[in-house]
């Protein structure tokens, strides 16, 4: 790997990429994001991992994919992080290029900084697909949990819809994002659907991942009231987890990580469930 000074402005940190063992995907991890969530649980909040181009990324996707699947190209690839928006240049260069080993290009993002010119270049690049994580619909309420308002993001939504296959992403956070917040959501995003429905999801919070205390995990019976909510005016709401591509499983199958240098490690759920643990008991004795 090239040493960072080597990389100048032109990386991004990188701790791995993951590939499915269900079907020729891969997730890429971009670290680092300007968002300050209180209910953060992503380790990449912070620029962790290797300092990468856009070119090694792509070139550690198509040797780990190679090596791992029989089938070229991958079916689809994933981008998120932290945030993947940060660095436009670098954003639009690495979709360029992934494009040319992969069939459907996803981006998982705050939106923030997703305007139309900045979006009408990653569709061009490649994209395919975008998820946004719509954290609160109240300005206020927002700007406390993450530190911006979502004036713009709402306006990056609205934009969005009709030109890229769109996701909107909530986590259902008791006394904080719960119904009131789920309603207003889906109304908005009700007033935008007027050909395609528009994919939302509902994740659950995890109060054992958060980095603040600032509630806890929702009962099912919340979660089933919040679809109740949404359905009522959407036409594709759904209850997911953040994972919601590989939620279907019955096998017992896991993801490979594979990190910058190339060396690689299996998870399966039960070992995202003790590395879960682990960080539980870090945060008991703040460790
Ligand atoms: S946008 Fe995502 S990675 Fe960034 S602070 Fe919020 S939850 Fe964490």
């Not at 070229?72 to 981008?79: D, F, N, S, W, Y």
Request: glycine content about 6%.
């Amino acid at each position: 790997m090239s040493a960072p000074e080597q990389c100048g402005k032109s990386c991004r940190h990188v701790p791995f990429i993951t590939l499915s063992e269900r079907k020729p995907r891969v997730w890429i991890t971009l670290s680092g994001c300007n968002f300050r969530c209180r209910g953060c649980f992503s380790f990449a909040r912070e620029p962790i991992g290797e300092p990468m181009t856009a070119k090694q990324v792509v070139a550690l996707v198509k040797n780990a994919a190679r090596d791992y699947y029989d089938d070229m190209p991958l079916e689809e690839a994933v981008i998120t992080g932290g945030e993947p928006t940060l660095d436009r240049e670098y954003l639009v260069a690495l979709l360029a290029q992934l494009k040319e080993v992969v069939c459907e290009i996803v981006l998982d993002t705050h939106g923030y900084f997703l305007d139309d010119a900045y979006l009408q270049e990653l569709i061009e690049a490649g994209v395919t697909e975008v998820m946004f994580d719509l954290k609160a619909f109240d300005e206020q309420l927002h700007e406390w949990y993450t530190g911006y308002s979502n004036l713009r993001i709402l306006e990056n939504i609205r934009n969005a819809y009709g030109k890229v296959k769109l996701v909107v992403n909530t986590v259902y956070i008791p006394g904080i994002v719960d119904d009131r917040e789920i309603g207003r959501i889906a109304e908005f995003l009700a007033t935008l659907e007027t050909g395609e429905p528009i994919d939302f999801r509902i994740n659950r919070f995890r109060a054992e991942l958060s980095r603040e205390p600032i509630a806890r995990n929702p009962s099912p019976e919340e979660i089933s009231r919040a679809y109740a909510i949404a359905v009522r005016v959407l036409s594709n709401p759904v209850i997911g987890k953040s994972c919601v591509r590989e939620r279907v499983t019955g096998e017992k199958r896991g993801w490979i990580t594979v990190f910058p240098d190339g060396t690689t490690k299996r998870r399966t759920r039960d070992t995202y469930r003790a590395e879960n643990a682990t960080l539980r008991f870090r945060k008991l004795f703040d460790l």
